[in-house]
C-alpha cells in the first residue's frame, strides 16, 4: 500500500508542475499583453490556500486535477464592457498568443530541461564509440548460423563505412525480418554476409545474436558476504580474465551455483584471486552439469554493459536489447513471463520444480535457449509437442498437451 500510496504522491507532484508550467504560459503572456488576470489556480474546486496581489488571487484549490486562468472578459457570453483589460476587448492574434501560450511553455520547458541534464551528464554505454568488434555470438540466432565469430569487425553495414556500435544497433533493431548486407573483417581478410536480425520482444525489435566487444569490465555491484567479497575484490577492480579465457563481453550465459570442491581463477587488473566455492557451467560446456537442487540459486549474467559516467549504473535496460530479466523468480512465475514474448508455451508439471530460483536476463522470445539452460541446470526433463514444452523432474511422467 506504501509502494501505491508514494506513486500517487509522486504522480500528484508531477502533474501540479507541469499544471504549473502550464498555465504560467497563459498567465505570463496576458499580463505581457494588458490582460486582468483575475485567478491564477492550481486544482479546482474550494479555495484551500492563497494570497491576492493586485487584481490577481493567486490559489490552490481543494481538488489537485489541473488548473487555470481565469481572465476578465474571457467567455464570448459574457457582455462586453469595451474595458481594455477584458480578454475579447483584444484583437485576434493577442488571443490567439494567449492561447497557444500555455502549451508552448511546456515545450520550451521539456526542451529546456533535457538540453541542461544532458549538458550536465550524460549516460550511454562505452562501447557506443568503438568500432564494431563482434564481442560474443549466440548459438542457434542469424549470427550464429551465418558464422560470424568471436573478433569480427563490422566494416559497412547500410551504406556506412567502418562504424560504431550506436551506428549498427538501431540499424540492427529497427530492421526485424529484413535482410542486412553487412562486410566483415577477420584477420586481414573482408567477406560479405546476409543478416536477417531475429523479431524479438513485445516490440520486436530486431536482434543477429551478436554482442558488442567491451573496452572494460568494471565490478559495480558486490553482494556481502558472497565469495567474490570474501576473495578481496573491490567495487571499481576491473575484470580481465574468468578461468584464463579473456573476458570480451558478458553476453555469454554464466550458470553459477554453490559448490564445496571448486572455484573460478578471477584475473584483475591489479592481480590474480580465487573466488570459491562457485563451480560454472557455460554454453560451450553444459553436457556435464552439477545438478541443482531445490532450495539452491541459479544465476545467470547476461549483458551487463558498463556505463562510462556512473559505475552503479551498468545494466543495459532489457527492453532496449530484447531481453527478459528475473531476479530470484521462482522458475514457474520465470515460464509464464516467457511465454509473453515467443509462440513456443513453457510450462511447469512439478510444483516442487516450479518453485526453483532464478535469476539472470534472457532473450525475449527464445524460449529454446531458456529451456536449454534450465533443465542443464536443474537437470530438468522437457518433452515438446509443437509449440507446447514441459518442463518435468527426470523420474517423473510428464503429459503434453496437443496443439489446438
Known amino acids: 500500500m506504501s509502494g501505491f500510496l508514494t506513486a500517487v504522491l509522486a504522480m500528484g507532484v508531477i502533474l501540479g ?26 486544482g479546482f474546486g474550494k479555495r484551500l490556500v492563497g494570497f491576492r496581489k493586485g487584481d490577481t488571487d493567486y490559489r490552490i484549490n481543494a481538488l489537485p486535477l489541473g488548473g487555470y486562468v481565469k481572465m476578465s472578459g474571457e467567455s464570448p457570453m459574457d457582455e462586453r464592457s469595451g474595458d481594455p483589460g477584458e480578454f475579447m476587448s483584444h484583437p485576434r492574434w493577442h488571443r490567439f498568443l494567449i492561447a497557444i501560450a500555455g502549451p508552448a511553455m511546456n515545450i520550451l520547458f521539456a526542451v529546456g530541461l533535457l538540453t541542461c541534464v544532458y549538458t550536465v551528464h550524460y549516460e550511454y554505454p562505452s562501447f557506443f564509440d568503438e568500432p564494431a568488434v563482434i564481442g560474443w555470438v ?13 573478433g569480427d569487425r563490422i566494416v559497412r553495414i547500410d551504406g556506412i563505412e567502418n562504424p560504431t556500435w550506436e551506428q549498427v544497433i538501431p540499424r540492427e533493431a529497427l530492421n526485424p525480418n529484413q535482410p542486412l548486407n ?24 530486431g536482434s543477429a545474436g551478436w554482442e558488442p566487444k567491451q573496452p572494460s569490465f568494471p565490478v559495480t555491484v558486490l553482494e556481502p558476504g558472497m565469495p ?8 571499481g577492480d576491473v575484470i580481465v580474465s574468468v578461468d584464463g579465457q579473456e573476458i570480451r563481453a558478458l553476453g555469454t550465459s554464466f550458470i ?13 587488473v591489479e592481480g590474480r584471486v580465487s573466488v570459491a566455492p562457485i563451480a560454472r557451467i ?34 543495459i535496460t532489457a527492453w532496449e536489447r530484447g531481453r527478459v530479466e528475473f531476479e530470484d523468480t521462482p522458475l514457474g512465475d520465470a515460464a509464464k513471463e ?22 539472470g536476463v ?43
Do not use: W
Not at 573483417?185 to 516490440?203: Q, W
Not at 516467457?338 to 535469476?359: P, W
Open 256 to 268: 553459477v551455483r554453490h559448490d564445496d570442491t571448486q572455484g573460478l581463477s578471477v584475473t584483475l
Open 362 to 404: 534472457f532473450r525475449a522470445g527464445d524460449s529454446d535457449e531458456f529451456v536449454r539452460i534450465v533443465t542443464a541446470a536443474f537437470g530438468l526433463r522437457a518433452e515438446r509437442s509443437g509449440n507446447n514444452i514441459v518442463l518435468a523432474p527426470r523420474a517423473a511422467p510428464s503429459s503434453v498437451p496437443a496443439d489446438p
Open 138 to 150: 549466440v548459438q542457434d540466432t542469424p549470427a550464429g548460423k551465418a558464422g560470424i565469430q568471436v
Open 228 to 235: 567474490a567479497e570474501k576473495a578481496g575484490i573491490k567495487l
Open 338 to 359: 516467457m511465454n509473453r514474448y515467443s509462440k513456443t508455451h513453457v510450462a511447469v508439471a512439478d510444483a516442487e520444480v516450479a518453485q526453483l530460483r532464478i535469476g
Open 17 to 42: 508542475f507541469m499544471i504549473l508550467i502550464h498555465e504560467f504560459g497563459h498567465y505570463a503572456v496576458a499580463k505581457l499583453l494588458g490582460v486582468r488576470v483575475e485567478q491564477f489556480a492550481i
Open 182 to 205: 553487412i562486410t566483415f573483417e577477420r584477420e586481414g581478410h573482408t567477406f560479405e554476409k546476409t543478416i536477417v536480425p531475429e523479431a524479438l520482444g513485445p516490440n520486436q525489435m
Open 282 to 315: 557455460d554454453e560451450a560446456s553444459p553436457q556435464a552439469p552439477q545438478i541443482l537442487t531445490p532450495g539452491q540459486r541459479l544465476l545467470i549474467a547476461r549483458n551487463h554493459a558498463p556505463a562510462l559516467d556512473r559505475p552503479e549504473l551498468t545494466r
